[in-house]
């Protein structure tokens, strides 16, 4: 999905975020080397390792986009 992203639509993954609800995205966005990855809470019990943000809602990405840019 990435790299059809970046073939198919020219995204730069270091300017790139990934909202997942799975460790394998957290996994697969810092493997990218994307800018940032978010782990929607509550839906992996058992935490997941890899540099992410646990964030509850949508909302919480879109502060986190306008503070940062």
């Known amino acids: ?5 970046v073939a ?4 730069v993954l270091s300017e790139s975020v990934m ?3 799975r460790c394998s995205d957290v996994a697969a966005a810092n493997a ?3 800018r940032q990855a978010f782990l929607i809470g ?4 058992a935490g997941c390792s890899g ?3 646990k ?3 949508l909302a919480e990405v879109e502060r986190w986009l306008v503070a940062c840019g």
Do not use: I, K, N, P
């Open 42 to 45: 509550g839906t992996e019990t």
């Open 1 to 5: 999905m990435l790299r059809r992203g």
């Open 8 to 11: 198919e639509f020219g995204v």
């Open 19 to 21: 909202v997942g609800d």
């Open 51 to 53: 540099e992410h943000l």
């Open 55 to 57: 964030v509850q809602s």
């Open 32 to 34: 990218a080397g994307l």
